[in-house]
């Protein structure tokens, strides 16, 4: 089962950051956040991830709270093109990647 | 380029006609996994293997078979398709041991199987 809660779905205008919000309560201590965006019938791309510290890239920044529990996905600056369904999944090497549903995030002109 | 080679992208096949579909990677990672994709019901896992010769179910490996005798390579055969395997299938690799690696899972671009 999926160990992480995402809201199914947001809108987010162009060209203003988009939030995507993440809950995994039961995070163990090896696992890493992992972000995923699925654009149409693609095949998953791999935005960022952290363990415990901020983190940025050319794509996002993943801010994770001081207890784990929680964490934050940010498109500083949405584009069309950033229409998707993005991903947060707990995971260890060598462990099952698990998806959940994720969040349909729809940018508006 | 690293990548993760899936073929074919479509395939339409009939009820109980053998098929393959490749998945190779370049990346020299030990773990791939193949997972299907339906509407309403996300990303499931099929089978997976950790290294050469090593391959284990996932959730639905009902109908399916893999093989991983080369490193690279990980095909899925459909022995005997049935309609319930009309799906979206992806193929995916990543480093297996020790802390994840950078990117995690890389993913093929995607396999669309109707069987008919």
């Known amino acids: 089962d999926a160990k992480t809660t995402q809201p199914p779905s947001m809108d987010c205008a162009e060209g203003r950051a988009a939030n995507l919000p993440c809950n995994h309560s039961t995070i163990s201590g090896n696992e890493y956040v992992y972000w995923y965006r699925q654009i149409h019938s693609q095949g998953p791309q791999y935005i960022i991830h952290?363990?415990?510290n901020n983190e940025t890239n050319e794509m996002a920044s993943l801010i994770i709270t001081e207890d784990r529990k929680s964490s934050t996905l940010i498109l500083p600056h949405a584009t069309l093109r950033d229409t998707a369904v993005y991903y947060c999944?707990?995971?260890?090497?060598?462990?099952?990647?698990?998806f959940g549903g994720g969040t349909r995030v729809l940018v508006k002109p | 380029e690293a990548q993760v080679t899936q073929n074919p992208r479509y395939l339409i096949t009939v009820t109980g006609k053998k098929l393959t579909v490749t998945c190779s990677q370049n990346?020299?990672?030990?773990?791939m996994s193949w997972y299907r994709q339906d509407p309403g019901l996300g990303l499931r896992q099929i089978y997976y293997?950790?290294?050469?010769?090593?391959?284990d179910k996932g959730d639905v490996p009902e109908g399916y078979k893999v093989s991983r005798k080369e490193k690279r390579n990980f095909p899925l055969i459909l022995e005997s398709p049935s309609p319930n395997q009309t799906s979206l299938y992806f193929c995916a690799s990543s480093r297996a041991s020790g802390r994840p690696s950078g990117d995690g899972y890389t993913f093929g671009s995607g396999t669309r199987l109707t069987v008919v």
């Open positions: 999944i707990v995971w260890a090497a060598g462990n099952k990647l698990t």
């Open positions: 952290g363990l415990k």
């Open positions: 293997s950790m290294n050469v010769e090593v391959t």
């Open positions: 990346m020299n990672h030990e773990y």
